[in-house]
């Protein structure tokens, strides 16, 4: 059992430095996206195509973000915070949301994503509805 407790501990932690390498490259590279961006013609506007992949790229650093709290805190309270790990599952979503083009998606999509987006929002609800203490303990 301890052979097996190190060696989960040796993978969280490659996986932490390596998420941590990851992001803070992402972070230059949204910096050098957005300046190369605005200093195209026309200079200092972003048109709704720009913009969508910049707010993109954006949201995958801030996934990467809430992935790196994830795993803090899998490491400080040597359990899986369930409740984080569908934070980071609805900010992926969000972010689908945001990139996607309505108009040219099947409508199937956007009811899988409907779903999804609801099933997410009830499992969210229900965790932090477990764990917060009832009104009549106190």
Avoid: C, N, W
């Avoid at 300046?35 to 013609?41: A, D, G, H, Y």
């Amino acid at each position: 059992m301890k052979l097996i407790r190190r060696f989960q501990r040796i993978v969280i932690y490659a996986l932490l430095y390596m998420l941590l390498f990851v992001v803070a490259i992402s972070t230059i590279e949204v910096a050098i996206y957005l300046v190369r961006q605005l200093m195209e013609p026309p200079v200092l506007l972003l048109d709704v195509t720009r913009l969508l992949d910049f707010f993109g790229i954006f949201m995958m650093v801030i996934i990467g973000l809430e992935l790196l709290h994830s795993i803090r805190s899998y490491i400080v309270y040597d359990k899986m915070p369930v409740e984080e790990v569908f934070m980071v599952a609805m900010i992926a979503l969000a972010r689908k949301v945001i990139v996607l083009d309505v108009k040219a998606s099947d409508s199937v999509l956007l009811l899988g994503l409907s779903a999804l987006i609801l099933s997410l929002s009830v499992g969210y609800y229900l965790v932090k509805k477990s764990v917060q203490p009832h009104p009549s303990a106190s």
